[in-house]
T-cell receptor, first 112, second 111 residues
Framework: DAGVIQSPRHEVTEMGQEVTLRCKPISGHNSLFWYRQTMMRGLELLIYFNNNVPIDDSGMPEDRFSAKMPNASFSTLKIQPSEPRDSAVYFC??????????FGEGSRLTVL | QKEVEQNSGPLSVPEGAIASLNCTYSDRGSQSFFWYRQYSGKSPELIMSIYSNGDKEDGRFTAQLNKASQYVSLLIRDSQPSDSATYLCAGLNTGGFKTIFGAGTRLFVKA
């Protein structure tokens, strides 16, 4: 299996622009997670889906953030409008039945 | 109080020594715990999982869980410079839906 695939790997944008991050989970995993990692706050859970349904989005920092999972093989995390404090590495991870998470390589976002 | 707490380090040990990494958690309903290793600029990768009290060994790694004390640890024997990384402790919350991570401990193994 190719593992969890994220795109883009790097994104540099200007404040106020819309950012869309994409994720393809491992086939057969029915849970998908979006995390954000910064030096100050570590790895924070933003939202997770089970069987394509959002279960808990309490970690989403503001209404500027939204996430969707239209089918079992694709999810997006959107930030609109983006702000400099959104700069971070965003990880997507999928989970198997044992509870183990498998992470993508991450999307490094820089908002100028 | 954070749900999963770790000493951020850095922890520095000489090559060949035992590195001991510790973690405490607040959710008494948590049943499953994991240690992930993250190299600089890379994504976290799972190295150990533990679900019951006691020790679990895998090669040079031993995970220990004490549910009464709400304590998880990872021992790395015969530490190598390639073990230098950040080690993240994680727990599955009550109900088994969310995986919550600690802040991570940076480990340096000196050659």
């Amino acid at each position: 299996d190719a593992g969890v695939i994220q795109s883009p790997r790097h994104e540099v944008t200007e404040m106020g622009q819309e950012v869309t991050l994409r994720c393809k989970p491992i086939s057969g995993h029915n849970s998908l997670f979006w995390y954000r990692q910064t030096m100050m706050r570590g790895l924070e859970l933003l939202i997770y889906f089970n069987n394509n349904v959002p279960i808990d989005d309490s970690g989403m920092p503001e209404d500027r953030f939204s996430a969707k999972m239209p089918n079992a093989s694709f999810s997006t995390l959107k930030i609109q409008p983006s702000e400099p404090r959104d700069s971070a590495v965003y990880f997507c991870a999928s989970r198997d039945g044992s509870g183990e998470l498998f992470f993508g390589e991450g999307s490094r976002l820089t908002v100028l | 109080q954070k749900e999963v707490e770790q000493n951020s380090g850095p922890l520095s040990v000489p090559e060949g020594a035992i590195a001991s990494l510790n973690c405490t958690y607040s959710d008494r309903g948590s049943q499953s715990f994991f240690w992930y290793r993250q190299y600089s600029g890379k994504s976290p990768e799972l190295i150990m999982s533990i679900y019951s009290n006691g020790d679990k060994e895998d090669g040079r790694f031993t995970a220990q869980l004490n549910k009464a004390s709400q304590y998880v640890s990872l021992l790395i024997r015969d530490s190598q410079p390639s073990d230098s990384a950040t080690y993240l402790c994680a727990g599955l919350n009550t109900g088994g839906f969310k995986t919550i991570f600690g802040a991570g401990t940076r480990l340096f193994v000196k050659a």
